[in-house]
């Protein structure tokens, strides 16, 4: 390949970069389709107000029946752990619904804290 094809092609490339970087730019400073404005509801609280109270169980008697620990019951309760594949697996057969709600509730949760981030950092939205 002659110089002239090596800087045709260079320049292709950093084209393509600055494109990237361009819909990279715009992804974070507008709000991305899926991402809601309001900050979604953590799925602990979910399971507190919409299993836990309604049934009435405690959650020592959850941590049980789940055969998990209390501290973990309460830390996803208190927003303070996240629904793994593994706990998401675990409340659905309990309750009786779907492992994909338990974890699409955390993956809103947690695209949305992480597009937060991403948006309030200087390289992104200047």
């Keep these: 390949m002659d110089i002239k094809g090596v800087s045709h092609r260079l320049v292709d490339d950093v084209n ?17 389709l899926g991402i809601f404005s309001r900050r979604p509801t953590h799925p602990g609280k979910m399971l507190q107000n919409y299993f836990l ?7 020592g008697e959850l941590a049980q029946r789940l055969g998990i620990s209390r501290r973990r019951v309460n830390e ?6 996240g629904i793994t594949a593994d706990t998401a697996l ?10 994909i709600l338990w974890t699409a509730w955390q993956a809103s949760y947690d695209l949305y804290h992480a ?12």
């Excluded at 393509?16 to 991305?32: T, Y």
């Excluded at 597009?115 to 200047?126: E, Y």
């Design 16 to 32: 393509g970069a600055s494109r990237q970087i361009d819909s990279m730019h715009r992804l974070f400073c507008k709000q991305p």
């Design 53 to 59: 109270e309604p049934s009435g169980l405690t959650q």
């Design 76 to 81: 996803l309760l208190n927003a303070r752990r």
């Design 90 to 99: 675990r409340l659905a057969a309990y309750f009786n619904t779907d492992p």
């Design 115 to 126: 597009w937060k981030v991403l948006r309030s950092m200087d390289d992104f939205t200047n």
